[in-house]
């Protein structure tokens, strides 16, 4: 009888995120060996001229190893951090608990947590959700008063200093694109990158800013 074989076609593309410690030509190799189509640069950490000797690094691996791999390079957009922590360690947050959210600067405790966003009350509304550290904690908002949110904890946990803030439901005043994220763009096209990521999209326009922006340096790329 003759031997049947299963032939297993994958119909994905493998996405890797590239950080320092996988930036190194070997461990570059071996992703590349292993299956990853697309190297992903997140411009929110390091300098801009890192990610663009990141970029030449993987084109010459990608070219010895002899496996085409595309390039991402994710724009930082606007970043929302909360503010430093009272005492040395992370804050505790239970869920049920009430908290309140205020654009003040002010040591953050398990009940006062300093966000870096001014237009915290004039953009976010009572019932939308606010995420803290990547998404780890869930807040719901129940009412502004001042300059803050009124909050109840619905998925807890400890709170560093300076992590993000996002707001799923709310429509911020704020722009998707940055000052930075031109100039990553800019950089972005002379090094040849094969896509670009937008963080923090609220509608259309931003697309079609960011659209804008890479064609005005006479470029298409998706």
Do not use: W
């Not at 031997?3 to 320092?20: N, Q, S």
């Not at 930082?76 to 922590?85: E, I």
């Not at 709310?170 to 950089?187: F, G, H, W, Y």
């Not at 670009?196 to 960011?210: G, K, N, W, Y």
Request: hydrophobic content about 40%.
């Amino acid at each position: 009888m003759a031997d049947c074989y299963t032939v297993t076609m994958r119909r994905t593309k493998i996405v890797c995120t590239l950080g320092p410690a996988s930036l190194k030509p070997e461990i570059i190799a071996s992703l590349i060996r292993a299956g990853m189509n697309v190297a992903r640069l997140n411009t929110s950490h390091g300098t801009i001229q890192e990610h663009v000797d990141s970029i030449e690094l993987v084109r010459k691996v990608a070219a010895e190893v002899g496996q085409p791999v595309g390039v991402l390079m994710d724009l930082a957009g606007p970043k929302m951090r909360t503010g430093p922590v009272a005492g040395e360690g992370p804050i505790p947050l239970e869920a049920g608990q009430r908290v309140r959210l205020t654009s003040t600067l002010v040591a953050s405790t398990s009940a006062v947590i300093s966000v870096e966003y001014p237009q915290l009350v004039q953009d976010v509304a009572p019932g939308e959700h606010v995420l803290l550290d990547d998404g780890n904690i869930e807040l719901l908002v129940l009412g502004t008063a001042g300059d803050g949110l009124d909050c109840t904890v619905i998925t807890g946990g400890p709170l560093g200093a300076r992590r993000g803030v996002s707001f799923p439901h709310s429509n911020l005043s704020m722009p998707a694109l940055t000052d930075r994220d031109r100039e990553a763009i800019k950089a972005g096209v002379g090094a040849g990158v094969d896509l670009f990521a937008l963080s923090f999209v609220q509608d259309a326009s931003d697309l079609i800013m960011t659209r804008e922006c890479i064609t005005s340096l006479g470029a298409d790329t998706p």
